[in-house]
């Protein structure tokens, strides 16, 4: 065998998961990636991710998270990039929806440090968000943004020098089990392993059609403001947000160059049918609403976003990811479903332990490929 684990991929998880197999369980990792290493068409591009531990989907989330936080440090601690900021998120909505319901279990069952703000403190200390009445605000302490493009790239440097060949453009076209492991065809030639990790992102039912029915393609459209001032938008002073107010999910990060800052919509792109179908920009009148709905929300950005970029990621039908064994030698972690790029480091080291038969820290019977049945 040419390795112990093949892993395909080398977007989010695919990085994570071959920094901790080659450098934390000495295993020999070949990794493959069909793009250049870094390249822009990942669920990872956009230059920065939420990170909270205060979870809207479920505060069953909490235990990974945390682990994923120190995950994240201990990534950053080795490089010389920075990875992640720890300027707290803002859960803004009404306390009787189920998602900030979720967020206050999430910080309050796990002790984690939090502020419940009501909205004349809100008005007080977040300005910036303009006229609030009957939400509160959940400032989750631990939350921050992350640096994704960074990360990935950092992953892959540690996975390298810990002894991992990493393969740039060379598309996986099929993985198939042979006695005692797995074959993997490239368009660079045939690699076999003992096991494989296929961590294709929105390309995963590519390769593996069990999945096809699981996973819906979905664009994600980030959306860039310029401030008239930037300082009020500084990570000290304007955490990360999400806010939900019926039907709209805005979502902002604080500014990071000190000139823009990013706000949009989530949850409201539809579905495409191909990864390769994904139109990289947005119709004008598409950026006139996300621009009308963040100004009605951030009174003081302009209601045209300065700039735009369109990406994908793969959701299931209950939006948890799919971990397991899928075929013979063969596991797979995708089906993100827009919210795992802060949990990729914890992903690769249960994506790690699954190929290694080692045991988890975590019950990940909760994301097997066999709960929807059929
Ligand atoms: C715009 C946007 C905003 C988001 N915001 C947040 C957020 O704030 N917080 C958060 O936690 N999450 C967020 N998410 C979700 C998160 O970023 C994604 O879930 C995650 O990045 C997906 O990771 P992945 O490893 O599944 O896929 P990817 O990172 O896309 O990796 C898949 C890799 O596999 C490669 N590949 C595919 N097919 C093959 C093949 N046949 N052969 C070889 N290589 C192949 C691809 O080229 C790619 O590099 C967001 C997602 C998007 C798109």
């Known amino acids: 065998m040419d390795a112990d684990v093949v892993v395909v991929g080398l977007g989010t998880v695919g990085a994570m998961a071959s920094w901790r197999l080659a450098e934390i369980h000495g295993a020999r990792v070949i990794g493959v990636e069909r793009h250049a290493l870094g390249h822009d068409f990942g669920g990872y591009a956009g230059e920065s991710r939420l990170f909270r531990t205060g979870y809207h989907e479920s505060p069953e989330y909490v235990p990974m998270l945390l682990q994923a936080r120190e995950l994240w440090q201990e990534l950053e601690r080795g490089g010389r990039r920075t990875l992640f900021h720890p300027a707290g998120v803002l859960s803004i909505g009404a306390p009787t929806i189920t998602p900030m319901r979720n967020v206050l279990v999430s910080v309050q069952q796990h002790g984690i440090a939090h502020e419940v703000l009501d909205a004349a403190e809100l008005a007080h200390r977040f300005p910036q968000h303009g006229s609030i009445t009957d939400e509160i605000g959940v400032l989750d302490k631990l939350g921050g943004v992350l640096r994704p493009e960074s990360a990935v790239h950092e992953a892959l440097r540690r996975a390298r020098r810990a002894g991992a060949e990493l393969l740039d453009s060379a598309p996986v076209t099929a993985v198939e089990p042979i006695p005692g492991g797995v074959r993997v065809t490239t368009e660079q030639g045939v690699r076999t392993a003992k096991h494989v990790v296929v961590t294709a992102g929105a390309w995963a039912a590519q390769l593996l059609p069990e999945l096809r029915a699981l996973l819906d393609i979905r664009p994600l459209v980030l959306t860039w403001f310029a401030p008239e001032d930037p300082a009020r938008y500084a990570p000290e002073v304007f955490p990360g947000f999400i806010r939900d107010l019926g039907d709209v999910h805005l979502f902002g990060i604080p500014s990071l160059d000190g000139a823009l800052v990013k706000a949009g919509w989530a949850d409201a792109w539809g579905s495409i049918d191909d990864p390769a179908g994904l139109t990289r920009f947005l119709e004008p009148h598409a950026m006139a609403g996300v621009g009308r709905d963040v100004h009605g929300l951030l009174p003081e950005l302009p209601a045209q976003p300065s700039r735009h970029s369109v990406h994908m990621d793969a959701y299931t039908p209950d939006r948890r ?52 049945g059929g």
């Open 321 to 372: 990811a799919v971990i397991g064994a899928i075929q013979p030698g063969v596991a797979v972690v995708a089906g993100l479903s827009g919210h795992g790029f802060k949990l990729a480091p914890a992903f690769g080291e249960i994506a790690a332990r699954l190929v290694l038969g080692l045991p988890q820290q975590h019950d990940i019977s909760r994301f097997s490929p066999d709960r929807f």
